[in-house]
C-alpha cells in the first residue's frame, strides 16, 4: 500500500511540473532561453472556410507543428503552442504555412504552402489563428483579445450556415457526380 501511496505522490509533483515547462514554451524570450532572442512564442488555432467535401490534415506554421483541421467549414483544430514569430515589426512579420488537404470522395491528398504577412488586430502578439480560404489561399490573424466568432475580431467572419460544397480547382480531380432519381 505504501508503494501505491509513493507513485500517487510522484504523479501529483510530476503532473504540474510538465505542465509549468509546457506552459514555459511559449514564453518570450528570458532567461531559460526557450525562445530564441528577438523572438516571440504563441499558440496556434485555425479556421477553414473551404467548404464541405475538403478537410486539412496536419499543418505548419514556421516548421512547428499546427494540429489538425478536421472539417473544411469552421473551427475543429486545437489550439497548440507554439511556434515563434519575429519581434520585428519592420518589414512585416511573416509566416509559412504548410498544409495537406485530402478530399475523401476523390481520393485526393495535397500539399500546400505559402508564405504571407501576419495581420495583427492589436499592436501586440496574441493568439495566431490560421484562416484557410478555397483557391488554398490562407490568411494569418494574430488577437490578443478577441478570437474567431466574437464580432470584435478584426480578421476574416467566423463561417457560419450550412457549408457550402468544395469547388475543385481545374488541376484537382472533379466531384462525383450525383445521380438524380426520377
Known amino acids: ?7 500517487f505522490a510522484l504523479l501529483r ?4 511540473a510538465l505542465l509549468a515547462l509546457m506552459l514555459s514554451a511559449c514564453a518570450g524570450a528570458g532567461s531559460n532561453r526557450l525562445v530564441a532572442e528577438g523572438k516571440i512564442g504563441t499558440t496556434i488555432s ?10 486539412i490534415g496536419n499543418f505548419y506554421v514556421n516548421g512547428s507543428w499546427g494540429g489538425v483541421q478536421y472539417n473544411g467549414w469552421g473551427g475543429g483544430g486545437k ?20 498544409w495537406e488537404t485530402y478530399r ?5 491528398k495535397r500539399w ?3 508564405t504571407v ?12 489563428y490560421i484562416h484557410f480560404f478555397p483557391g488554398h489561399r490562407i490568411e494569418v490573424w494574430s488577437s490578443a483579445k478577441y478570437g474567431p466568432g466574437n464580432p470584435k475580431y478584426q480578421g476574416p467572419a467566423y463561417p457560419s450556415g450550412p457549408a457550402p460544397d468544395y469547388v475543385p480547382l481545374p488541376d484537382e480531380k472533379p466531384e462525383p457526380t450525383k445521380e438524380k432519381s426520377i
Open 46 to 55: 485555425s479556421v477553414s472556410h473551404y467548404g464541405k467535401g475538403i478537410g
Open 79 to 98: 489550439t497548440v503552442c507554439c511556434v515563434s514569430l519575429s519581434r520585428a515589426t519592420n518589414p512585416p512579420i511573416m509566416a509559412t504555412v504548410k
Open 104 to 108: 475523401v470522395a476523390v481520393n485526393e
Open 13 to 16: 509533483w510530476l503532473l504540474p
Open 117 to 128: 504577412p501576419v495581420h495583427f488586430s492589436e499592436n501586440e502578439v496574441g493568439y495566431l
Open 112 to 114: 500546400h504552402e505559402a
Open 1 to 7: 500500500m505504501k508503494n501505491n501511496f509513493s507513485k
